[in-house]
């Protein structure tokens, strides 16, 4: 009986032969049917955050969900080598029917309805004139992407200016003119968009009087910010020799935001080194409820990425090879992917 364990390590120990689930408690600590592309998810966003940080100083911010699931949706056109390496880069499961099941149940559950929170994300295939793909690929996007088929000119502005307003609706006019003029031509077929959205309260809010301007650190260097304050709160915390973790929840106690600060204030590339799946359940696992004092800076992030320079260092520079990629899963023509932008 798994009652003073988590769920998480009950599963673990059921599967290594440990222990046994009750019949009576084992539906409540069944994995749901997405669970495998989330975990595969959860990989390839911390590999993609030490892919980013290598190339830049800069602050990180990106959805690791929008960029698997655009992808997703490019590997289910994808062949030979072509498929092989997206598959290596983010993990997507081999099998057809399993890997499409899991996408639709991931896809319900993040955009089932909830009073407390908006959380939602949403697909589409932009398809130039003239251009028909496979009936199977059209297919698969709508019924477990649930993306959208839209045809719009691409030689003019028009599929331009269109997908920047489906993006801007979409993310309630957070995310602008993600593709710039002129950005495609008479030869662009495709154009496959992810767009997600979240807005939510904290649980424990933070009182506006009680912002002040105070001192920030990065690295050895600091910087004069405000600072938003709590006092005599509880919320789920631990602390170890490295550093110390804080797990603050949203309306609702469905979704949280963990946020991991060394103990040190010049080893955060030491933290980024340690980040792995196996710690971040660890440290999650040694969280509990204590009356902690939070600062914590306001902040506004707005970041685009080239994927196509990352995704390339990461091990998969066939798709976006003019002569090398195979997308014959989609058209009976030769295609390639030319771009692929993120923006959060």
Not at 43 to 59: G, H, K, L, M
Not at 229 to 242: A, K, M, R, S, V
Request: glycine share 4%; hydrophobic share 35%.
């Amino acid at each position: 009986n798994p009652a003073c364990v988590t769920p998480t390590t009950a599963e673990r120990l059921v599967e290594r032969g440990w222990g046994m689930m009750p019949t009576e408690l084992s539906a409540n600590y069944t994995k749901s049917n997405a669970t495998n592309v989330i975990d595969t998810n959860n990989q390839f966003a911390i590999n993609f955050y030490s892919q980013v940080s290598q190339e830049s100083d800069e602050n990180i911010f990106f959805s690791p969900w929008s960029i698997f699931t655009a992808f997703a949706m490019v590997f289910e056109g994808a062949k030979e080598n072509t498929a092989d390496e997206i598959r290596q880069v983010f993990g997507f499961p081999v099998d057809y029917q399993k890997r499409t099941s899991e996408f639709r149940s991931a896809m319900n559950n993040i955009n089932s309805d909830d009073p407390k929170y908006q959380l939602s994300i949403a697909n589409a295939l932009w398809l130039a004139e003239g251009f028909e793909p496979f009936t199977e690929y059209v297919d698969t996007a709508i019924n477990f992407y649930d993306g959208d088929v839209n045809t719009v000119n691409f030689i003019s502005d028009d599929g331009v200016n269109k997908i920047n307003a489906w993006v801007e609706e979409k993310t309630h006019e957070k995310i602008k003119d993600i593709l710039k003029p002129g950005s495609t031509d008479e030869l662009t077929r495709l154009a496959i968009t992810n767009a997600i959205y979240f807005k939510g309260s904290w649980v424990t809010q933070f009182n506006e009087n009680n912002t002040s301007t105070d001192t920030f650190w990065n690295g050895e260097q600091t910087s004069e910010i405000p600072l938003m304050h709590l006092e005599h709160t509880l919320l789920n915390y631990t602390q170890t020799d490295q550093l110390q973790i804080l797990k603050m929840p949203y309306e609702g106690n469905k979704l949280s935001m963990l946020i991991l600060l060394p103990n040190e204030n010049d080893c955060l590339t030491s933290l980024e080194k340690s980040l792995s799946i196996e710690n971040l359940n660890l440290w999650q696992e040694q969280l509990t409820t204590k009356q902690v004092e939070v600062f914590m800076p306001k902040f506004k992030l707005e970041t685009t990425y080239d994927l196509k320079t990352s995704l390339i260092e990461m091990g998969m520079p066939t798709p976006f090879s003019e002569r090398h990629a195979d997308f014959g899963g989609i058209a009976p023509i030769h295609l390639y992917i030319s771009q692929a932008i993120h923006k959060a």
